[in-house]
């Protein structure tokens, strides 16, 4: 069938003006979730609380909460505002600095939390003019309940009154890297994609900056996989079985937590298909001992229980106490016996436990989190070059803290949720160069692609659709002693 040209044009643009028409319904209904007294509350309070416990969408979560916005309409509205701030906040810091004069670090820890806000809100992301107004009208109040500090007020009055009157665009022109503002990274990591995966770094970027679907182990204590497909299909879920680690189920959020049956029975364990692939590469053996020295909050310490069969101990190390009770919660909800806590750092473990007795040895240290960006959006943030060298210091001392706890012939698995190669390769390569004697590194086949040294792996958030993660995995081959 033929169609005159006019008839295609006039097609074509009413197809234009529907799509338009749709965006214009669709901005306002969101400029009719108008963000109220409690709403700003609740924000100021979960980014002020965000800063200081972490993580910080566990924070989110527990004060929308303790404020009843969970479920509700606002949920979804208020969320994707946090995480819009977190990975925009250091462009916002910038502006917020520039008109200030002076640090962000240096505020007053509630004052910091409401011109974050009020600079994301008023500068780089469209808000309607009601919220804007409820926002100034009502922080003030705010910080004086909050604080009983009315310097505080009044200092958030005169940045307040100044970037209302300032123009958005000027603003971000004269305080912001424009490369900055695009990818909502910190140019030094900008760089340093582009260094990693050449030509592939703008898709890595765009990756760290997607939200992943929500992702889920299968707990095989409990249940199959495929009845944990079925009981999520008829809940309503759309449900697919990870590429690269089939014991993982992904949905596509929001995901009703209090209200899905098959999470309340411990049957399904929240975790990304890179860290659940960690437990199969060590591969723990039933009757086993086996240390897990940063373990809480225990996906990865419940993950081998599993493979042990209950069977053998786990002896978990960790100091925090929110991680240590989350932990807990998840023993006791997916039914695993075989897992002994110790509140402690993972550096006293040779003293409580005695050296070389175990089996094998998990080692997910504390590390700059690049790899999961897309999930903890802020800490992008936080890294400096100072940051980053003590993290790795920190890793090298657990590492060799590993060396001694595990026996001849036994493994230690190395893994960090990190895109760095200082946190992965160069720290093996160190390991190694400190005991060439008593180490050999054993080549881990499958799962994701090859690291940058032979023999490790790595999964990538542009090509598997996971967090970026690197493992390495070491054999000792003879005693310290």
């Known amino acids: 069938m033929n169609f005159e040209p006019r008839v295609i044009a006039l097609f074509i643009t009413s197809s234009k003006i529907l799509i338009l028409l749709l965006k214009l319904c669709s901005r306002h209904r969101d400029a009719q979730m108008v963000m109220k007294y409690r ?72 004052l910091r939390a ?18 804007m107004e409820n926002l100034v009208e009502y922080t003030p109040k705010l910080l004086l309940e909050l604080t009983n500090n009315r310097d505080v007020v009044a200092s958030f009055n005169k940045y307040c009154n100044k970037i209302i009157h300032a123009n958005s665009q000027d603003l971000i022109n004269k305080y912001v890297d424009k490369d900055e503002l695009l990818y909502s990274m910190p140019k030094w990591l900008i760089l340093k994609a582009k260094e990693l995966v050449g030509g592939d770094y703008e898709r890595l970027l765009k990756a760290m900056n997607i939200k992943p679907l929500i992702s889920f182990r299968v707990n095989t204590l409990k249940a199959t996989l495929d009845d944990v497909v079925e009981e999520l299909e008829s809940e309503g879920y759309e449900v697919s079985i990870g590429e690269h680690v089939p014991i993982v189920v992904k949905v596509k959020p929001p995901f009703k937590f209090n209200e899905s049956e098959v999470f309340r029975q411990g049957k399904i364990v929240p975790q990304d298909e890179a860290c659940a692939a960690a437990a199969l590469v060590l591969d723990p053996q039933p009757g086993e001992v086996v240390v897990d020295m940063c373990a809480a909050p225990g996906g990865k310490a419940t993950h081998m229980a599993e493979l042990m069969e209950n069977e053998g101990i786990i002896y978990a190390f960790d100091i925090h106490d929110d991680r240590i009770r989350r932990m807990r919660y998840l023993i006791r909800k997916t039914g695993v016996k075989n897992i002994k806590i110790f509140k402690m750092s993972c550096t006293k473990a040779p003293k409580v436990l005695g050296e070389e007795i175990a089996d094998k040895v998990l080692l997910d240290p504390p590390c700059s989190t690049t790899g999961s960006f897309a999930k903890y959006p802020e800490s992008r943030w936080r890294l400096t070059d100072k940051t980053l060298e003590e993290i ?73 659709n996971t967090s970026g993660m690197f493992f390495a995995l070491l054999e000792k081959v003879d005693s310290l002693k």
């Open 392 to 464: 790795v210091e920190r890793q090298i001392e657990f590492l060799k803290t590993a060396v001694r706890l595990v026996k001849p012939g036994g493994r230690i698995l190395y893994t960090v949720c990190s895109i760095l190669p200082e946190e992965g390769e160069e720290v093996i390569k160190t390991i190694l160069s400190l005991y060439p004697d008593h180490l050999e590194l054993v080549e881990i086949r499958g799962f994701f692609n090859e690291g940058f040294m032979k023999g490790t792996i790595r999964s990538w958030p542009h090509i598997h």
């Open 39 to 110: 709403d700003i509350k609740a924000m100021i309070i979960t980014l002020k609380e965000g800063e200081e416990r972490k993580p910080s969408q566990v924070v989110k979560r527990i004060v929308f909460s303790r404020f009843g916005i969970v479920g509700t309409d606002k949920d979804r509205f208020l969320t994707a505002i946090f995480y819009g701030l977190m990975r925009k906040l250091g462009c916002v810091d910038k502006v917020i600095e520039g008109i200030l004069g002076e640090k962000v670090e240096d505020l007053d820890p509630w």
């Open 114 to 131: 409401s011109l974050r806000l009020l600079t994301y809100l008023k500068v780089f992301t469209y808000c309607d003019r009601q919220s």
